[in-house]
């Protein structure tokens, strides 16, 4: 079945450094999403990703999905402790139409001040 | 108003008990999830309902039963609860089956002593 793997599972950073999480696929894509979740909460939807190559950005955020739609980037520039949580992608295979999102395993950024 | 809201927060309870969980959204959608996240934070579906329908049944051990009264309400009721049925419980809605952006509930914890 479809898998979705995701790197590194976990982050040091030190507040000011830039983070990244890569996200890959077993299958082709329709559409990627990334989700935040925070230390305690629940995973918030950050921003979906659909054509081949397509790159977005949210302020510090850059968000890239893969040529093949196999894999997809969060960068972050400059962390911040508001940053710290774990980070989700979320893969929809093509075929079907049941919205089954697979997440992949998550990771988790710790940021120090 | 809290747009997907689940009770209760946190539920202890003995092996072999049985609980319930409910989940109501006021979003007007039609798709509603529930996903179980362990220990690891890996986040799984276990069922999916669109307009009171069960569309996705993941291999889950038939002592879950989820119900939908209608598709602004979806419950899980767990019967003889095991150690390993700790963990989170997220509700989570979206527009339609599509496979649009999620929205989630806060959680259940779920400690089974």
């Known amino acids: 079945g479809q898998q979705v793997m995701q790197i590194p599972q976990y982050q040091h950073v030190q507040e000011g450094e830039d983070f990244t999480t890569y996200c890959n696929s077993s299958?082709?894509?329709?559409?990627i999403q990334w989700y935040k979740q925070r230390p305690g909460g629940h995973p918030v939807f950050l921003i979906q990703?659909?054509?081949?190559?397509e790159v977005k950005k949210q302020k510090r955020l850059t968000f890239q999905f893969g040529e093949a739609k196999k894999n997809s980037s969060l960068h972050i520039t400059a962390t911040q402790t508001t940053d710290v949580g774990t980070y989700f992608c979320?893969?929809?295979?093509?075929?079907?139409?049941?919205?089954?999102?697979?997440f992949g395993q998550g990771t988790t950024l710790q940021v120090k001040p | 108003d809290t747009a997907v809201s689940q009770t209760p927060k946190y539920l202890v309870t003995q092996m072999g008990n049985d609980k319930s969980i409910k989940c109501e959204q006021n979003?007007?959608?039609?798709?509603m999830y529930w996903y179980k996240q362990d220990s690891k934070k890996f986040l799984k579906i276990m069922f999916s309902?669109?307009?009171?329908?069960?569309?996705i049944n993941e291999t889950v051990p038939n002592r879950f039963s989820p119900k939908s009264p209608d598709k602004a309400h979806l419950n899980l009721h767990i019967n003889s609860l095991e150690l390993g049925d700790s963990a989170v419980y997220f509700c989570?809605?979206?527009?339609?089956?599509?496979?649009?952006?999620?929205?989630f509930g806060s959680g259940t914890q779920l400690s089974v002593l």
């Open positions: 989570a809605s979206s527009f339609s089956a599509a496979g649009e952006k999620l929205f």
């Open positions: 299958t082709t894509l329709s559409n």
């Open positions: 990703l659909v054509k081949s190559g």
């Open positions: 979320a893969g929809k295979g093509r075929s079907g139409n049941t919205g089954k999102l697979i």
């Open positions: 979003l007007g959608h039609d798709t």
């Open positions: 309902y669109n307009n009171k329908e069960l569309i």
